[in-house]
């Protein structure tokens, strides 16, 4: 496997989510704090503390506890939602589940979180495959940049297969996009879903405070009045954030935009790449050809692909839209602070219904068969017309464009389909074997959408 991959993929595990919450040690002498669960690992059950009434509390008096209920469980699991602690409250919302599978806190945390679960243990599977290539020395630098925190654990687990190869490091990323794909599943499913999420104040100081700076009043045109308009809940609200239909749907378009990063990398084998880059070096460009199509396994369509999602996720683009122009009196009220407090907190606002309407009608086009699409091919252009000689340029061509096969029948082999019937001296292409590419130009015209000409 190539140790750029290696290197990407351990930078991904860790440093994006290394990054550790300033927070202040417990002062010399300070009072030790109450529990806010306590949890019986063999029954998972959870007692939370007694709110004490006024004049029953003493300095050293222990608080009492009473068994707590799945919201009050998860309720203590937000409160260890952080980059450096979200396995843990992971861990919390499980027990939540336990006691109520239906507790939507715990699910929204749960599918919030389900993408970064699956990066546990990814130091520790990618370690044998620096070891391989000699660079020992490199993956203790990255694990010495990461901060101390519990995420270290989470991050050096064992117990998964070990990614040495380009396989297994595929592998590995598949399990990345389900993640993703699931919790897509999961916010669109549950568009009805309505919290009011608690911020732990220490973990989200600096958006608290960013929160405190905003201006609490606005003045409002009715006519030709002016009236001052004042939020009298704002400060009671600094430490919560709000969950409806419209933050989960830019939640769920947010995450499936991971997942299309990710396609590309998890649709098609790159088994064999990191023996192709050695043997490629000082090739010519048949003799590259030739070594790439002895690859057998190199970019063929793995079992696992997901082009189907492409598919799923326009149409989820279409519904979204659509409910986005029915909704716009609510979505987009041009009040300032009409948002103020959710998880997403600008209003949604469509400048041109009638041009997201066209819009929607290319892509269903595009979606259900094939549509006139432009290209821009780079090459020489000539211009008779203008007295203009050969010069390089850009030229707009048009074809018939098939999207729908990437879903209902994608290609099997890149290599076989994309293989060029020869090469010239600068490595491009004079055509293709398929001038359909495996249907996605029904009128087999790919030859013409490429120039074969040297700069």
Excluded at 119 to 146: I, T
Excluded at 246 to 271: F, H, I, K, R, W
Aim: glycine fraction near 6%; charged fraction near 25%.
């Amino acid at each position: 496997m190539n140790s750029k991959l290696l290197t990407l993929i351990v930078a991904t595990a860790l440093c994006a989510n290394l990054v550790a919450c300033d927070s202040k040690d417990q002062k010399k002498g300070s009072p030790k704090a109450d529990p806010i669960l306590v949890v019986d690992p063999k029954t998972k059950e959870a007692e939370v503390p007694v709110p004490a009434k006024d004049g029953e509390t003493s300095e050293n008096a222990k608080p009492e506890m009473k068994i707590a209920s799945a919201e009050e469980i998860a309720i203590a699991g937000e409160q260890l939602i952080s980059a450096s602690s979200f396995h843990l409250a992971d861990q919390i919302f499980d027990i939540a589940l336990h006691k109520d599978p239906t507790n939507k806190r715990a699910l929204f945390y749960k599918n919030v979180l389900r993408p970064m679960m699956t990066l546990k243990g990814m130091a520790a599977r990618l370690k044998p495959g620096f070891e391989q290539r000699g660079q020992e020395a490199e993956f203790k630098q990255l694990l010495e940049a990461a901060p101390q925190s519990p995420i270290l654990d989470f991050a050096m687990a064992s117990g998964k297969q070990n990614i040495t190869t380009e396989k297994e490091a595929q592998d590995a990323l598949v399990e990345v996009r389900n993640a993703f794909i699931e919790s897509v599943r999961w916010f669109k499913k549950n568009s009805d879903v309505s919290l009011t999420l608690n911020l732990n104040p220490t973990i989200f100081a600096d958006l608290i405070k960013d929160r405190e700076n905003e201006d609490a009043c606005y003045v409002q045109t009715v006519g030709d009045k002016m009236e001052l308009i004042c939020d009298k809940d704002f400060r009671k609200n600094l430490w919560t954030a709000k969950v409806n239909g419209a933050d989960l749907l830019v939640m769920q378009q947010y995450y499936a935009g991971y997942v299309l990063y990710l396609l590309p990398y998890t649709n098609y084998s790159l088994e064999g790449y990191e023996k192709l880059a050695k043997k490629l070096e000082n090739r010519t460009p048949d003799e590259a050809m030739e070594l790439i199509m002895s690859e057998k396994n190199f970019l063929t369509l793995r079992k696992d692909q997901a082009f189907s999602f492409i598919k799923e996720l326009g149409t989820d683009l279409k519904a979204a839209a659509k409910w986005a122009i029915e909704y716009q009196d609510r979505l987009c009220t041009k009040k300032p602070h009409a948002r103020r407090g959710h998880v997403v907190p600008g209003e949604f606002c469509i400048e041109d219904t009638r041009a997201v309407e066209q819009v929607l009608v290319k892509l269903d086009r595009a979606l259900n068969g094939p549509v006139t699409t432009t290209f821009e091919v780079e090459g020489w252009v000539n211009d008779e017309n203008n007295g203009y000689g050969p010069y390089w340029g850009v030229t707009k061509k048009t074809a018939l464009v098939n999207y729908s096969v990437l879903w209902s029948n994608p290609i099997q082999d890149l290599k076989e389909t994309f293989k060029p019937t020869s090469l010239n001296e600068c490595a491009k292409y004079k055509g293709f074997k398929d001038t359909t590419l495996g249907g996605l130009l029904p009128e087999g015209n790919a030859d013409e959408l490429i120039d074969s000409t040297c700069e």
